[in-house]
């Protein structure tokens, strides 16, 4: 099926390559005349495993190409997706939809047939509505079908969630369109994909809820990984001891300095301005956004309460990224972290295996290594940001004899606390059984506990 994909970011970019392996003839199509020529010559604008050799290995089968100008909505084309970016607005933090209203302008003055268009951005509950709208006032004449079809590709692995979704959610209740949707992933559909119908309102919901209930669950995780520091208890533990309830999962539940990303920010945030326009209070994720800003705080506390004193000390970083497998640092837990570092007077040193460059545009005034060994060579302290696979991979033995002090902060719970300290680092996790070494803070008091009277617990049944 011959389809274009307007904008060539993240989402675009991946979904227009993942169709063209499914057999579809792909244009991606952007504003940004530099981005496609870039492209057509073979130059990734993001970092994505996979990605490249993917893109290259469909434009020379001749089902991806690339182009800008003039919208190439010929006769044979027959959806469009949309998949522009949605940032968060300066005023509210809503999502800012300026991106998603043009581009329905543009079909909609292009279009030479009916068309399905098939919103791929995340955006609020009745943008639909409002693009269908847009159409019919630029368009009257021709009939247009516009569907929600969210994306839950998560960065690094985004190749493999798009060939093996956990599901596609398909919002329109337009018959035609629900059979033109099936068509294009029924290659995925026939692998065991699961495929849902849903109104159109109902999608968009989704997409949020979704991701809102992702970030409750590690803001959740990251609590109660402060509990089991206070009480003895080791969050690793927990973590997997409530994973393994099929109702609560495995997944989502390692705790760490914060969710950060494109995504899980901007969406909770939208998710309430969103509410708040409908005059509904959604409690929980108000909860998850303060407690996960507060984390990024607390982090950076941590590592200097961990450190004793920070001015003047090296701090080797491993990671800056928001999580392994992707260059972007968009809100990253590491920038409040090391901008707390850094006001406290601590020098900082980095090494992160993809995301160097946006790093040093980021954070300049940091030193920078080719490796982390090299990072950690004559370091005070290490302080692990980032999930990547090599630090877990780390050889201690060398780590420590190389390092000028021996406090090892672990963010990410990586390294076994039993390994650091057998390679002679002190070590400083999160939520783990034994002290760790870390000095507590002042313990709050707890209330004397009541006298309770076996009358006054429980009621008399007679
Ligand atoms: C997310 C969603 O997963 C995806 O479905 C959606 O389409 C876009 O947003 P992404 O932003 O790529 O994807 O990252 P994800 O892997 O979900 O991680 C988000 C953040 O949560 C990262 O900062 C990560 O380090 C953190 N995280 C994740 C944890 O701290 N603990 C966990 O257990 C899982």
């Given at each position: 099926?011959?389809?274009?994909?307007?904008?060539?970011?993240?989402?675009?970019?991946?979904?227009?390559?993942?169709?063209?392996?499914?057999?579809?003839?792909?244009?991606?199509?952007?504003?940004?005349?530099?981005?496609?020529?870039?492209?057509?010559?073979?130059?990734?604008?993001?970092?994505?495993?996979?990605?490249?050799?993917?893109?290259?290995?469909?434009?020379?089968?001749?089902?991806?190409?690339?182009?800008?100008?003039?919208?190439?909505?010929?006769?044979?084309?027959?959806?469009?997706?949309?998949?522009?970016?949605?940032?968060?607005?300066?005023?509210?933090?809503?999502?800012?939809?300026?991106?998603?209203?043009?581009?329905?302008?543009?079909?909609?003055?292009?279009?030479?047939?009916?068309?399905?268009?098939?919103?791929?951005?995340?955006?609020?509950?009745?943008?639909?509505?409002?693009?269908?709208?847009?159409?019919?006032?630029?368009?009257?004449?021709?009939?247009?079908?516009?569907?929600?079809?969210?994306?839950?590709?998560?960065?690094?692995?985004?190749?493999?969630?798009?060939?093996?979704?956990?599901?596609?959610?398909?919002?329109?209740?337009?018959?035609?369109?629900?059979?033109?949707?099936?068509?294009?992933?029924?290659?995925?559909?026939?692998?065991?994909?699961?495929?849902?119908?849903?109104?159109?309102?109902?999608?968009?919901?989704?997409?949020?809820?979704?991701?809102?209930?992702?970030?409750?669950?590690?803001?959740?995780i990251n609590e109660i990984a402060d509990l089991c520091e206070?009480?003895?208890?080791?969050v690793?533990?927990?973590?997997?001891?409530?994973?393994?309830?099929?109702?609560?999962?495995?997944?989502?539940?390692?705790p760490?300095?914060?969710?950060?990303?494109?995504?899980?920010?901007?969406?909770?945030?939208?998710?309430?301005?969103?509410?708040?326009?409908?005059?509904?209070?959604?409690?929980?994720?108000?909860?998850?956004?303060?407690?996960?800003?507060?984390?990024?705080?607390?982090?950076?506390?941590?590592?200097?309460?961990?450190?004793?004193?920070?001015?003047?000390?090296?701090?080797?970083?491993?990671?800056?990224?928001?999580?392994?497998?992707?260059?972007?640092?968009?809100?990253?837990?590491?920038?409040?972290?090391?901008?707390?570092?850094?006001?406290?007077?601590?020098?900082?040193?980095?090494?992160?295996?993809?995301?160097?460059?946006?790093?040093?545009?980021?954070?300049?005034?940091?030193?920078?290594?080719?490796?982390?060994?090299?990072?950690?060579?004559?370091?005070?302290?290490?302080?692990?940001?980032?999930?990547?696979?090599?630090?877990?991979?780390?050889?201690?033995?060398?780590?420590?004899?190389?390092?000028?002090?021996?406090?090892?902060?672990?963010?990410?719970?990586?390294?076994?606390?039993?390994?650091?300290?057998?390679?002679?680092?002190?070590?400083?996790?999160i939520g783990?059984?034994?002290?760790?070494?870390?000095?507590?803070?002042?313990?709050?008091?707890?209330?004397?506990?009541?006298?309770?009277?076996?009358?006054?617990?429980?009621?008399?049944?007679?």
């Open positions: 099926m011959r389809i274009v994909v307007i904008g060539t970011g993240y989402v675009g970019l991946v979904t227009g390559a993942c169709l063209a392996e499914l057999g579809h003839d792909i244009t991606c199509y952007d504003t940004d005349a530099g981005k496609i020529a870039r492209l057509q010559r073979g130059e990734m604008p993001i970092f994505e495993p996979g990605l490249e050799e993917l893109v290259k290995s469909e434009v020379a089968a001749g089902r991806l190409s690339f182009a800008s100008g003039a919208l190439p909505l010929d006769r044979r084309v027959r959806a469009v997706f949309v998949a522009v970016g949605t940032p968060p607005s300066a005023i509210d933090h809503s999502a800012d939809l300026s991106a998603v209203h043009a581009v329905a302008e543009a079909i909609g003055r292009a279009a030479v047939r009916p068309l399905a268009v098939i919103v791929k951005s995340t955006v609020p509950v009745g943008t639909g509505e409002a693009v269908e709208r847009i159409l019919r006032d630029v368009r009257p004449g021709i009939a247009f079908d516009v569907v929600s079809n969210p994306e839950f590709l998560r960065e690094g692995s985004a190749l493999a969630d798009f060939r093996a979704p956990d599901r596609i959610v398909v919002g329109t209740s337009a018959k035609p369109a629900r059979r033109l949707l099936a068509d294009i992933y029924r290659p995925l559909t026939e692998r065991g994909a699961p495929l849902v119908f849903t109104e159109r309102a109902s999608a968009e919901m989704i997409k949020y809820a979704a991701n809102a209930f992702l970030a409750a669950k590690i803001a959740f206070a009480a003895d208890a080791d690793e533990e927990v973590s997997l001891g409530m994973g393994l309830d099929r109702r609560i999962g495995a997944a989502f539940l390692r760490g300095p914060g969710y950060g990303g494109s995504c899980f920010p901007k969406d909770t945030e939208a998710l309430l301005a969103a509410a708040q326009g409908h005059g509904v209070q959604l409690r929980l994720v108000e909860s998850t956004v303060a407690a996960n800003e507060g984390r990024k705080r607390a982090m950076g506390r941590r590592v200097i309460r961990a450190l004793g004193e920070a001015h003047g000390r090296t701090i080797a970083v491993l990671g800056v990224t928001f999580k392994a497998g992707t260059d972007d640092m968009r809100q990253a837990p590491s920038l409040p972290i090391l901008a707390a570092l850094r006001a406290a007077g601590a020098r900082l040193r980095i090494f992160d295996p993809e995301g160097m460059a946006h790093a040093r545009s980021l954070l300049p005034e940091a030193d920078y290594t080719r490796s982390a060994y090299e990072c950690l060579d004559g370091a005070d302290a290490a302080l692990l940001l980032t999930d990547w696979p090599e630090f877990a991979a780390l050889d201690l033995a060398r780590v420590k004899a190389s390092m000028r002090g021996d406090v090892f902060v672990d963010l990410r719970n990586m390294l076994s606390p039993e390994r650091l300290r057998a390679a002679g680092l002190r070590a400083f996790g783990r059984r034994e002290k760790l070494a870390m000095p507590a803070p002042l313990p709050v008091p707890l209330p004397p506990v009541p006298a309770v009277r076996p009358s006054e617990a429980m009621p008399a049944l007679s």
